[in-house]
């Protein structure tokens, strides 16, 4: 069930502390699901707003290693947001998330929840081996919600048709739809504090819980 995913040795010589957190399921992808939703408007979203009251971007873990990889490859957190920050943005300021299906909604569960960029992808579209690398000059592709994006010295996760995810934006190519059924979350880890194996179980069992997922199998890359 694990895909085969591998992270570049040459990213640790410059931010040793790079970690992914993977979960493989099968699921039916449904339409935005209201209790699921009302239960991040009442509870999840109040909580969150309350553990990062009074907190710098740079001391919310997660948030906190995420930006500092992101200076360690040449890219400044504050003009390019990981995507977890900007979803605890809109959060802090009250504002609505997107209801987009049960994947993504639970996929953006975990990232605010836990401060790490989250990325959820339909493998039917992912082709070959997949590897974790620092993107180079003029590589970019069209994200979720966004025009085409310049990813160079972001890191990456690429296929044998080229880059896909980051934790930035991912593409639109791999994104998961209503017919994507083989599906693959990544938890970009950039902080060695992070017990990685416990979030990952928490990731598994929410969406057991509220995407339907089935025959999930876990590991850290």
């Known amino acids: 069930m ?23 399921f099968t699921a039916k992808v449904l339409p935005p699901d209201a209790d699921f939703w009302r239960y991040l408007d009442g509870e999840v979203f109040p909580q969150v707003r309350k553990d990062i009251e009074g907190k710098a971007w740079s ?15 040449g890219r400044d957190p504050g003009r390019y947001r990981v995507s977890s920050e900007s979803l605890i943005r809109r959060v802090r300021r009250g504002d609505e998330l997107y209801h987009i299906n049960t994947v993504v909604d639970v996929n953006n569960l975990i990232s605010v929840t836990s401060g790490l960029s989250v990325g959820s992808y339909d493998l039917a579209k992912v082709h070959g081996p997949v590897l974790f690398r620092k993107a180079e000059a003029g590589e970019g592709y069209d994200g979720i919600g966004r025009d085409h994006i310049d990813l160079e010295n972001l890191l990456i996760l690429a296929d044998e048709e080229g880059i896909f995810g980051s934790s930035m934006s991912d593409s639109t190519r791999t994104m998961v739809t209503e017919t994507a059924t083989d599906i693959l979350v990544v938890l970009h880890c950039f902080e060695d504090a992070i017990d990685l194996d416990a979030l990952l179980a928490e990731t598994k069992d929410a969406f057991e819980r509220y995407a339907g997922a089935q025959n999930a199998e876990t590991w850290i890359v």
């Open 2 to 24: 694990r895909y085969d995913i591998t992270i570049d040795p040459k990213l640790y010589d410059t931010y040793p502390q790079i970690r992914l957190g993977c979960l493989r």
């Open 59 to 73: 001391e919310i873990p997660g948030i906190r290693g995420s930006r500092a990889a992101y200076k360690a490859f």
